[in-house]
């Protein structure tokens, strides 16, 4: 049976959890704040990895305009201090290779969205150059990302299941939202 996904209106799932540095992150944190919540594959795939980057780059700004952010990945924290953690991250990042997370936010696995997300050949380029190769999977290599706007009330006011593994919102779609939202 399929999880069921997250709809528009719906309540955000709760959580606390520890992130990279074993300090309890839980949705309550953000409690009257704007949140990405955002579901990577494993901490050394390389579309995750060139993703990353896009957040880190935009998080400044949108910390400004009252955005947080926090990463989900199915790796072992040990695993992402080798991989994700070499980045300069200011937003916390939590290891969830239990998936926990996945499964109370609908996110699943697809092996024909791994396949169509294999054929991103300029978004694999791009984490080529970057420095970005493919390397040990943990948890299900078919995993696909999602992300999730969350409102200051905590509803979940956009739900984005990717259809392959290197499917995102797009960034442009989050600047709006976090500039039209309040």
């Given amino acids: 049976m399929r999880p ?8 955000a799932p709760s959580f606390a959890v520890p992130n990279l540095e074993s300090k309890t992150i839980s949705l309550d944190d953000y409690r009257d704040r704007r949140l990405l919540l955002s579901f990577f ?12 980057t896009f957040l880190i780059d935009a998080y400044p700004r ?27 991250i200011h937003f916390p990042v ?3 290779p239990d998936r926990s997370l996945y499964k109370t936010y609908g996110v699943t696995a697809s092996g024909w ?7 991103r050949i300029r978004a694999f380029r791009d984490a080529f150059k970057r420095g970005f190769h493919i390397g040990k999977g943990e ?9 999730f706007l969350i409102g200051p009330d905590q509803t979940i006011e956009r739900a984005y ?3 392959d593994i290197g499917d995102h919102l797009p960034i442009d779609e989050i600047d709006t939202w976090v ?3 309040s």
Avoid at 139 to 147: H, K, M, S, V
């Fill in 4 to 11: 069921r996904h997250l709809q528009i209106g719906d309540s």
């Fill in 41 to 52: 594959r494993y901490g050394a795939c390389p579309l995750c990895n060139l993703r990353m």
């Fill in 62 to 88: 949108w910390q400004e305009q009252g955005l947080d952010v926090v990463a989900v990945f199915e790796s072992p924290a040990e695993r992402l201090l080798e991989t994700v953690a070499k980045q300069p």
């Fill in 94 to 96: 939590i290891p969830d």
């Fill in 113 to 119: 969205g791994y396949v169509v997300g294999a054929f």
């Fill in 139 to 147: 948890g299900a290599i078919t995993q696909l990302p999602a992300e």
């Fill in 161 to 163: 299941y990717g259809k």
């Fill in 179 to 181: 500039e039209t939202s």
